[in-house]
Every structure is written in structure tokens, then in C-alpha cells.
């Protein structure tokens, strides 16, 4: 059974950076493909960024495009989200999801696993 376990959140002022961790156990890290999802309060869940299996192709939705990096370590089984530029818009609880897979995905439906989240709060 894949665990996921987000950290690294927090509270930033708006213009700040945070950099997410997401750690695997369990499975072959190196074979699923990983994203990243965020729901604000009042609001749905919403697709923020993925990569693919091998680290080499990656997509984001256009609000954070410019402003955050997705990334992989496999032999950490850890995957990145680094967010500069913070707006509070951005201010979310942060999921990581995995499934094995080597496209890209960005639904929440196309993911099996999924961690427990991490609070990140921007003020402005």
C-alpha cells in the first residue's frame, strides 16, 4: 500500500516562497506518475501540477505557471512543489496524489493515492 506524507507548509507573507515535500512508501516510486491538487475553503478541490514518471515532462495549471516548480527525487521517493510569488489566493490545503503511470495527469479521479495534506496560508 503507497503512503504519501505532504510537509513544509505554513504561513508566508504574500511575495514569500514555500517549497512542499511529499514522501512514498510503499510501491515503486519511480514508476507512478505524482501531482500536486489544492482546495481552498468554500471551494473544490483543484488540480495545481504534475510530472511524469521519470522527472522529464511536466504541466500546470495556468494560475501558478511561472510562479511554481514540480519535482522529483526518485531516490528520495520524494516529490517538490516549490512556490515562489505567493499570493493568498494561493492559500490551500497542498495534496500530493500518485498513481503508476507514465503520462501526465491532472485529474483528481485519474490518481489512487493520496496524502493527508499540508496548510499553506498566504497573508497579504
Known amino acids: 500500500q503507497v503512503q504519501l506524507v505532504e510537509s513544509g507548509g505554513g504561513l508566508v507573507q504574500a511575495g514569500g516562497s514555500l517549497r512542499l515535500s511529499c514522501a512514498s512508501s510503499?510501491?515503486?516510486?519511480?514508476?507512478?506518475?505524482m501531482g500536486w491538487f489544492r482546495q481552498a475553503p468554500g471551494k473544490e478541490r483543484e488540480f495545481v501540477a504534475t510530472?511524469?514518471?521519470?522527472?522529464?515532462?511536466?504541466y500546470y495549471v495556468d494560475s501558478v505557471k511561472g510562479r511554481f516548480t514540480i519535482s522529483r527525487d526518485n531516490a528520495k521517493n520524494t516529490v517538490y512543489l516549490q512556490m515562489n510569488s505567493l499570493k493568498a489566493e494561493d492559500t490551500a490545503v497542498y495534496y500530493c496524489?500518485?498513481?503508476?503511470?507514465?503520462?501526465?495527469?491532472?485529474?483528481?479521479?485519474?490518481?489512487?493515492?493520496w496524502g493527508q495534506g499540508t496548510q499553506v496560508t498566504v497573508s497579504s
Open positions: 510530472i511524469n514518471w521519470s522527472g522529464d515532462s511536466t
Open positions: 496524489a500518485s498513481r503508476d503511470g507514465r503520462l501526465l495527469y491532472t485529474r483528481e479521479n485519474n490518481y489512487d493515492y
Open positions: 510503499g510501491g515503486t516510486f519511480s514508476s507512478y506518475a
